[in-house]
Nanobody, 121 residues
Framework: QVQLVESGGGSVQPGGSLTLFCAPS????????IGWFRQAPGKEREGVSC????????NYADSVKGRFTISRDNAKNTVYLQMNSLKSEDTAVYYC??????????????WGQGTHVTVSS
């Protein structure tokens, strides 16, 4: 059974940092691109970042470029999202998702349950 489990969310003050973790199971993560998405209250879900199967290609939403870093360790079966200089507008539920391909070219086909991130003073 394909599953993706997010962790690492929490509350942080503006300017602070958090690292999110995505732990896939039920499939060989090394063959798939993995992405992070988020959904803020009252807004549609949006793509945040994606990383190719080998980690040699990444992309980011303009709103997080220079502040967020996606990485992966296939040996540990984990994908990370390092979030720095957090802003109140980063408050959202963050989801990781498996892409249908290995280079973030198609669409996600499996989603995690999400982890909450709140940025507030």
């Amino acid at each position: 059974q394909v599953q993706l489990v997010e962790s690492g969310g929490g509350s942080v003050q503006p300017g602070g940092s958090l690292t999110l973790f995505c732990a896939p199971s039920g499939f060989s993560m090394e063959y798939y691109a993995i992405g992070w998405f988020r959904q803020a209250p009252g807004k549609e879900r949006e793509g945040v970042s994606c990383i190719s199967r080998r980690g040699d290609s990444t992309n980011y939403a303009d709103s997080v470029k220079g502040r967020f870093t996606i990485s992966r360790d296939n040996a540990k079966n984990t994908v990370y999202l390092q979030m720095n200089s957090l802003k109140s507008e980063d408050t959202a539920v963050y989801y990781c998702a498996r892409y249908h391909d290995d280079r973030c070219s198609t669409f996600p086909d499996y989603w995690g349950q999400g982890t909450h991130v709140t940025v507030s003073s």
